[in-house]
């Protein structure tokens, strides 16, 4: 590994990430600078608010840059309110809601409503050998959309896509930092040493 893999911490559950990175023997920084993005090999953007982390991305002068890092080809990883951020389109944003995009897909904020705020159920995903993996999806969002260039890596019982894939950039609905489960980060740091 040449460089650390960087995981953006200006909000949320950054912690739950670089514990599963460091799991796997994988070195991590946390972003909160240009020069902390600089350092990086990849991005994570963790699971958190997607609205709060659009600002404080603003504030911290993070926003453009990263942006501009992923078009340019920077691995990055999302779970989340990460995927969102992720998404060229966010359905039930709020106003003026944006993240940094790049996956050409729609997602939909909080797409499981309150009665079903938050849930675990296992899950098969592409490129991931051995049992299925178990997921946590809290307030999470939904892929409704899927662009051309996107491959879907996974989906619930029902269909509804909740992990994809393009090019540099993998985005999913769920928390595998917080379950233990360790092998979709090792899937990410793959497509980082690529
Ligand atoms: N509902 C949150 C959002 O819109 C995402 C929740 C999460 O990351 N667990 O950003």
Redo the contacts with the bound molecule.
Sequence with gaps: MPAPIGVLALQ??FREHRQTLAAIGVESIEVRTLSDLSKSTGLII????????QKLAVAYDLFQPIKDALKSGMPAFG???????LADQII??IAGQAGFGGLDVSVR??AFGNQLD?FEVDLDFKDVAGPAVHAA?????IVERVGDQVEVMSKLSDGRVVGVRQGNLLGISF?PEVTGETRIHELFVSMVQR
């Design positions: 949320g559950d963790p699971g958190g608010e997607s609205t709060v982390m779970t989340c309110a990460g995927l969102i951020m039930d944003g904020r909080n938050s999806f809290i307030r999470a969002p928390h």
